[in-house]
């Protein structure tokens, strides 16, 4: 299994802000959601990215680098299902 690094801005600054509007996402849910992910697929960048569902119409999407056996989390945001194309099913 990958080692998956999650950056100290996303540990401290990103999360913060995606859980003062009312989410509970742990570093816990994003590494889930990387080794076990609902949908997959690209960043405009290439870039891959893992999905899941945290609510009924939402998901955690992952941005992330792999280099090696190391995953690099680049970014994770809350998108409504269907904003992206793997989602809308």
């Not at 080794?35 to 893992?50: F, R, V």
């Not at 792999?66 to 809308?88: C, L, P, Q, W």
């Amino acid at each position: 299994m990958s080692r998956i690094v999650i950056s100290q801005h996303i540990l401290k600054k990103k999360l913060a802000i995606i859980n003062s509007d009312g989410w509970n996402i742990t570093q816990l849910k994003i590494k889930q959601t990387i080794n076990n992910p609902h949908w997959t697929g690209l960043s405009p960048y290439g870039q891959p990215t893992a999905m899941s569902i945290i609510k009924e119409n939402y998901i955690l999407r992952v941005v992330f680098n792999k280099k090696g056996d190391i995953i690099f989390v680049i970014t994770v945001h809350i998108a409504k299902r269907g904003r992206y194309e793997s989602t809308k099913d």
